[in-house]
């Protein structure tokens, strides 16, 4: 079935730095979607992307749709301590199915 | 803004129970989800329902599970007989009708933590 891989795992950052992750896939996707998790809370949704090549923001988060639709990156600018949370990317396959597919989550801590 | 809710927050079973988790998604939505997410995982799709029937289910999804909207307004999760290994984070999502055809943004609720013990 269809997986989606995200890199890195995990990664520590200081305050202020800004921070790129990715999410890729060996199979196209129609959408992708963009979700924050914190501890103990459910998935909040962060950024939708519905085009390939579709680059979208909101406020110091920016996402792109990968051209191929195999892949898609999500940007913080400026990282603050509440950004800390695992990040998941999750897409929705090419047959108009119903259900997304969640890649693993990459961790983010921000220091001081 | 609209959410969706699940009740209850926690719950904690004995092992071999039926559990019943309740959801309460965003009223206009049409499309009804329930993920799993066992600690330190990923989020796992179990089943999917539009138009008073299941559209979609994973693996997972076995004769233990079944889900029901009982009224207007609640979306259910029953475990028939929880085993230890369902305890999770138990999420349920909706969606809408996108206008490129397909399914919406899904939109999840906080989710309930089973535990069995």
């Known amino acids: 079935g269809q997986q989606l891989n995200q890199s890195p795992q995990s990664m520590f950052i200081q305050e202020g730095e800004d921070v790129s992750m990715n999410c890729t896939s060996s199979?196209?996707?129609?959408?992708w979607l963009w979700y924050k998790q914190d501890p103990g809370e459910g998935p909040v949704l962060l950024i939708a992307?519905?085009?390939?090549?579709e680059l979208t923001s909101n406020g110091r988060l920016t996402a792109q749709f990968g051209i191929t639709r195999k892949d898609s990156f999500l940007n913080i600018s400026a990282s603050i301590p509440s950004d800390v949370g695992i990040y998941f990317c999750a897409g929705q396959p090419d047959n108009y199915g119903q259900n997304f597919v969640f890649g693993p989550g990459t961790r983010l801590s921000v220091l001081p | 803004e609209p959410e969706v809710t699940q009740t209850p927050s926690h719950q904690v079973t004995q092992m071999g129970q039926e559990v019943i988790l309740r959801c309460v998604p965003i009223s206009n939505h049409l499309y009804f989800y329930w993920y799993r997410q066992i600690l330190g995982q990923k989020v796992e799709f179990l089943v999917s329902?539009?138009?008073?029937?299941?559209?979609?289910k994973s693996e997972i999804f076995d004769d233990q599970f079944s889900v029901e909207r009982p009224d207007g307004s609640n979306f259910t999760l029953k475990i028939r007989s929880t085993k230890l290994e369902d305890s999770a984070m138990y999420f349920c999502?909706?969606?809408?009708?996108?206008?490129?055809?397909?399914?919406?943004?899904?939109?999840f609720g906080p989710g309930t933590r089973l535990t069995v013990l």
């Open positions: 999502a909706s969606s809408g009708v996108s206008g490129r055809g397909g399914t919406d943004t899904q939109y």
């Open positions: 992307l519905y085009k390939a090549g």
């Open positions: 329902f539009y138009n008073n029937e299941i559209s979609e």
């Open positions: 199979s196209i996707f129609n959408t």
